[in-house]
């Protein structure tokens, strides 16, 4: 899943980095209204974080733009503004939810996810495919009653697999939900991860297999029973 986050204090976003990963984001960072269009039109994300007091303008103009255009993206405003009737503005404008700092990161990123979780969010909590189980919001993979560990990117190259069992899932997709912005990707990138995970889950009994359609991406099937 990939998540921006618009946020100025460099601090906040340093603090934010680490555990946003840890949970299964992609993260890119911006601190100005202006990059923070430019990511929205540039790439798919899953969510965005938002702060309103910004150093070219105001959170809440881009936050009314982005619902005036359309733009169904789940966003949680986070802000020092704790007034009630700041609350209750963020809404009315289009935030899906508001955290006021001083704020738990834990909770933050508890809060993301539920936004993720709702009717045509990017989340659900359990997926199966064959005899995998994949807890969404614990991140723990399964095979029949055995526990997979796998690193955060081929985990998240499952869930998008599992997502669109029995679909072909675009090479340039998983490229864009899995890296940020100032992260390098090399062409063999996304080949190594499923090269890796293809042994993980074999190795592991999985009633799967990930084919490899050439010059599109990759499809995720289940076995035929003999």
Not at 11 to 16: K, M
Not at 101 to 110: D, R
């Amino acid at each position: 899943m990939r998540l921006l986050v618009v946020e100025d204090e460099p601090r906040i976003a340093e603090v934010l980095r680490a555990p946003l990963e840890q949970a299964g984001f992609a993260v890119d960072f911006v601190r100005l209204c202006a990059e923070a269009r430019a990511a929205l039109d540039a790439h798919p994300y899953d969510a965005a974080i938002l702060d309103l007091g910004l150093p070219d303008g105001e959170g809440l103009t881009l936050l009314a733009g982005l619902r005036r255009r359309g733009n169904p993206i789940p966003i949680l405003v986070l802000t020092a503004r704790d007034a009630v009737e700041d609350r209750v503005c963020g809404l009315d404008t289009g935030a899906d939810d508001y955290l006021v700092k001083p704020f738990a990161v834990t909770e933050l990123i508890a809060r993301t996810k539920a936004l993720l979780r709702r009717p045509g969010g990017a989340l659900g909590v359990y997926l199966r495919a064959g005899n995998i189980q994949f807890d969404t919001v614990g991140r723990d993979v399964r095979v029949d009653a055995i526990y997979i560990q796998l690193p955060r990117r081929e985990s998240a190259i499952l869930e998008h697999l599992m997502r669109r069992l029995g679909r072909v899932v675009p090479k340039a997709v998983l490229e864009e939900k899995l890296y940020g912005l100032d992260e390098e990707l090399e062409s063999n990138t996304i080949p190594v991860h499923i090269h890796h995970l293809r042994r993980k889950l074999l190795d592991a009994g999985a009633a799967v297999e990930i084919h490899t359609v050439r010059g599109i991406g990759y499809l995720l099937v289940e076995k035929k029973l003999p």
